[in-house]
């Protein structure tokens, strides 16, 4: 694993950060186990991914059926799903965000401490789904908060759920704690909560966050 | 019974007598819908009651009240021994929306030439004012039979929409004249708790009315088509709305 930039911080280690993988490999053979603390971190992070436990729709049922013996989401280390935004490091939105639910969807999301990530599980989740033509359905949860992962499906089977999870992982190790590209929990800069939009006369008020989402401006395009 | 299950006959000659009823399905009411219209009519002399046919296959008629009369009415219908309808399964609502119905008159003219009559047709147009309405599917548990259909119309559909609650008549009625409430705007006089049951409490709009205007949402539709695709071109600049119609004939 590459450590962090020597020109931001210095080096803790002198040879930790360019020794490669080969190198290290060949450590590992003489029982000599050389990592870091960015890599140490981010392994712990990824293998005890804590779920808020709540479920929207029917999306909800097939993530039941992701923790139970015959999928087994244990396997990841992400079963113990939390019933307290505090306590949880990942929200599945699993099922239809309606109007209605999304400032609470918001809201919980604002209360996860940081570093906390978001799966956005199935058509409803993602775009509304077959009910985006409802004038109650919102088209995707990423218009009020940035999603990490999407995961299509009608309801997604829970291997969809787990090859999610296993994606989200991925990211989670190959996130940097320092540097021009460090992850985005550990830059102060970025906004760690997110405008909960309001109950308006017709509509949400705003109806989407500009900050999050914005229509993709390549369809304009001629 | 016969003794079998309806499901287990086989064949014609066994089919069940034709006095059979089913014991799973609901009887048949013991009075017509007119009977029940005219036994309403001796009992509430003052009460404007309707009889509105059904002209389908399942004639389920129904009964058109005024809103004055209506409370009582649903009272001597739950407690008369013969009908006992006990229980409301189901309140809906239906917008009528304002109606023109043109109609054509034909006048004779009489030629002053001599020849045969010119015939002048003429249109009139008429508005049919429009309603919002509450339907009522009452049943009875007691004797198991139903439904009767109660129907109470609003006088318009702008400012006069109040009707008269019989959540205080069935205790089954108070979600659903929300959700009435909530989504035709008819407002329940003497309802317990009246607020909106699906939508918040800040939303001013009723959603299942004909001449309900959506929220518009339509700017990212990356494979619209149909209703859809009409929606999303208001956000569309003209080049793109070219290439997704595909190139003019």
């Known amino acids: ?222 | 019974m016969s003794g079998r299950h309806p499901l287990l006959w086989t064949s014609r000659s066994q089919h069940p007598p034709l006095h059979f009823t089913f014991t799973h399905s609901t009887p048949t009411l013991l009075e017509t819908a007119e009977q029940i219209r005219d036994r309403l009519v001796t009992r509430f002399p003052a009460a404007q009651i309707v009889l509105v046919p059904n002209p389908g296959p399942a004639a389920e008629h129904s009964l058109l009240l005024d809103a004055t009369h209506a409370p009582d009415i649903a009272r001597f219908l739950r407690d008369d021994p013969v009908l006992r309808l006990d229980y409301c399964s189901n309140v809906t609502g239906v917008d009528w929306p304002d109606k023109d119905i043109t109609g054509i008159t034909k006048t004779s003219v009489p030629d002053p030439a001599g020849g045969p009559p010119k015939i002048v047709e003429q249109k009139t147009v008429r508005r049919q004012p429009g309603c919002l309405e509450a339907v009522y599917h009452l049943y009875s548990m007691a004797l198991k039979h139903g439904p009767v259909i109660l129907r109470l119309c609003t006088a318009n559909r702008i400012d006069a929409v109040t009707l008269p609650s019989l959540t205080p008549v069935w205790r089954a009625c108070d979600f659903q004249e929300r959700e009435i409430f909530d989504l035709y705007g008819i407002v329940f006089e003497h309802h317990p708790d009246l607020r909106r049951l699906l939508m918040w409490d800040e939303f001013k709009d009723h959603p299942m009315r004909k001449d309900y205007v959506e929220p518009d949402d339509y700017e990212w539709e990356p494979t619209a088509h149909g209703a859809v695709l009409e929606r999303a071109k208001a956000h569309l600049t003209p080049a793109t709305t070219a290439i997704k119609e595909g190139p003019k004939p």
Request: charged share 20%; glycine share 8%; with cysteine.
């Open chain 1, 1 to 222: 694993m590459e450590m962090s930039d020597p020109a931001v911080t210095p080096a803790p280690f002198p040879a930790a950060g360019n020794i490669t993988d080969a190198e290290r490999e060949e450590l590992r053979r003489h029982g000599i186990l050389l990592t870091s603390l960015e890599e140490l971190y981010n392994w712990g992070r990824s293998n005890s991914i804590w779920p808020l436990q709540f479920g929207l729709a029917c999306c909800a049922i097939e993530m039941i059926a992701a923790a139970t013996a015959r999928f087994d989401i244990a396997r990841f280390g992400a079963e113990i799903f939390r019933p307290s935004p505090r306590q949880a490091d990942l929200m599945i939105v699993s099922g239809t965000v309606t109007k209605k639910m999304a400032p609470q969807v918001v809201r919980l999301w604002n209360q996860m401490p940081e570093p906390k990530y978001c799966i956005a599980m199935g058509a409803c989740a993602i775009s509304g789904g077959p009910f985006k033509q409802g004038y109650n359905v919102l088209k995707g949860i990423d218009r009020f908060i940035p999603v990490d992962i999407y995961i299509p499906g009608c309801p997604p089977r829970p291997e969809a759920l787990l090859h999610g999870l296993i994606q989200l992982q991925a990211q989670i190790k190959g996130e940097k704690l320092t540097g021009p590209d460090a992850a985005r929990h550990t830059r102060p800069e970025e906004p760690s909560e997110f405008p909960v939009p309001e109950y308006g006369a017709h509509d949400l008020e705003p109806p989407h966050n500009p900050d999050v989402w914005s229509p993709p401006a390549a369809l304009d395009k001629p």
